[in-house]
């Protein structure tokens, strides 16, 4: 615990985020347990979300390496990407963004901010190049002599983790939720919210709803990250990465950020009802997990869902 409270964090105070109770979502629900958000898309750095928190802990471990310029990767509407470059303007830092896609004419969302931000964007064809193509970036800067700092997709590193753990102290002060509902993808967010829970002695259920990857490979990503987080903080092997990790892979539909019925339906009842913008491509597929759990009356008790952000991806 002394050693995450340790670890190197930006100077600038980002959270924490409110935690808001949803009654009136609550009320649309027959049967429905009290039903709580945590705001991380309000977080206030560059239309925040769960990349931000990351970054808070990634980017001062950056400066701490004396990094100039910050590298990293993601899809054209990558909400990490644009996370990155925000917090590298703000920390006054290069952005080099391996984007894999195809460049759009007039750039939205995500790449519209991109571009707004400073970043240095460029195009590679599959996923299969980005790693490579961050690397040969990387090369590039230090023969220019820059110090150039590579985050891994999505900043979910055990540092990007840790800040997840660092967060569970936020939720204390409003009690512990039987069950945090959030979305999951490369995996980073999750592994913190389940270690950092582990951490604080509290052990409510947590269920991550896979954007896209099926549930045994996000697990395994998971337990990946956890067993890096052992090694950052010096925990014995097994102490996180022996955790139970829950994935559930079944509201991902057609495949990721095609929404479906029922993310739609997510979306709309979260507007609607609570003016909660959900994001397309994450968060109204948790979302619609969540429903369907409620609908299913399975007995989660007290839910908090774990709002990641991406609203941005609205105007994609
Ligand atoms: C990246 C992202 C996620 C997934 O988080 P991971 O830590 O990559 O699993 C969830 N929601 C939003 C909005 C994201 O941008």
Known sequence: MEKLQQLPRLSFPLTPTPIEELRRLRDALPGA???FVKRDDAIPLGFGGNKIRKLHVVAAQALAAGADTLVTTGGVQSNHARATAAVAAKLGLGCVLIANGVPQEKPTAN?????LLGADVRYVGSRDERAPEMEAAAGDLRRQGRRPFVIPLGASTAHGAAAYALAIEEILPDGVPDTIVVATSSGG???GIVAGCAMHGIAPRVIGISADDPAAAIAATVRRILADLEDLLGRPRGAFSEL????DDTFVGDGYGIPTPASIEATELCARREALLLDPT?????MAGLIARVRRREKTGTILFWHTGGQVGLFA
């Open 282 to 286: 994450y968060t109204a597929k948790a």
């Open 244 to 247: 139970p990790i829950e994935v």
């Open 33 to 35: 347990p009290p039903l």
């Open 111 to 115: 790449a519209l901010l991109d571009r």
């Open 189 to 191: 967010t999750l592994a």
